[in-house]
């Protein structure tokens, strides 16, 4: 009788969930301000409006080697964490703004995906250096 050994392959791939949070704040302040300034209202509306779109097409994928962007489920861009620096969410209690470092580049995203789904990941792929 021959047996053969099976290894469990990680695949484990969590995809973070939209939040429409920002983006429906900003088009909710554009509507309130347009009654006072609606000039002002203009780019602040427009604005989110642009993180709406952004938010129902953009998906992040933490992967056991990687960070994968997707736009419309085809990758636009893999981010090693083997090449992260450090990283950090902005405004802990109402998170705005992630923000990571690679050796080469930084980059700024704001927070239309699950904050905590995010934090987790993060925490788990790339332990945060202050």
């Known amino acids: 009788m021959t047996t053969t ?10 995809e973070l969930s939209p939040s429409y949070t920002i983006p429906l704040v900003l088009v909710g302040m554009a509507i309130a301000l347009l ?4 000039w002002a209202s203009l ?3 427009l604005f989110g409006l ?9 998906r992040l994928q933490f992967t056991e080697t990687d960070l994968d ?12 964490y083997a090449e992260w ?7 802990e209690p109402v998170p705005i ?4 470092k690679e050796v080469k580049s930084i ?6 995906f699950s904050p905590k789904t995010l934090k987790a990941c993060l925490e788990k792929h790339c332990p945060y250096v202050p």
Do not use: A, D, E
């Open 107 to 112: 980059h700024f995203l704001p927070i239309i």
């Open 43 to 45: 780019p602040i509306g």
């Open 69 to 80: 962007v997707y736009r419309s489920g085809q990758l636009i861009r893999r981010f090693p």
């Open 5 to 14: 050994p099976t290894t469990p392959i990680s695949n484990s791939v969590v």
């Open 35 to 38: 009654l006072v300034q609606p």
């Open 97 to 100: 703004l992630f923000y990571f």
């Open 50 to 58: 642009f993180l709406m779109f952004q938010t129902v097409t953009l």
């Open 85 to 91: 620096q450090n990283w950090r969410i902005f405004w």
